[in-house]
């Protein structure tokens, strides 16, 4: 089992930069494909990135790709999301995810029902 903690979220404006971080207990992060996901309200979940166990191979959703980045450190347990230009429409609660992943030659997790451990969430306000 893994346990996660976003934090990193607050509010910033349009065309700023804010990056969120995810850590995660336990001694085999590195075995745990990783998402952030996000929901806006009266909008469903979807995903914002994700990132395979290895850190060799990413997604991201085309609203955000040039400008959004998903990473992370397997020494330090830490999955982040740098958010560069940020927008209006990028206001949502944030969610990392994770999911056990046997193989580190599967694709990456695009759904949100493929991931079965999840963090509380952080908001991320854009302002205008």
């Known amino acids: 089992q893994v346990q996660l903690v976003e934090s990193g979220g607050g509010l910033v404006q349009a065309g700023g930069s804010l990056r969120l971080s995810c850590a995660a207990s336990?001694?085999?992060?590195?075995?745990?494909?990783m998402g952030w996901l996000r929901q806006a309200p009266g909008k469903e979940r979807e995903l914002v990135a994700a990132i395979k166990r290895g850190g060799n191979n990413t997604v991201c959703v085309d609203s955000v790709k040039g400008r959004f980045t998903i990473s992370r450190d397997n020494t330090k347990n830490t999955v982040y999301l740098q958010m560069n230009n940020p927008k209006p429409d990028d206001t949502a609660v944030y969610y990392c995810a994770a999911e056990y992943s046997p193989s580190p030659l599967s694709r990456v997790r695009t759904q949100h029902d493929e991931y079965d451990y999840w963090g509380q969430g952080t908001q991320v306000t854009v302002s205008s």
């Open positions: 336990g001694r085999t992060f590195s075995s745990y494909d």
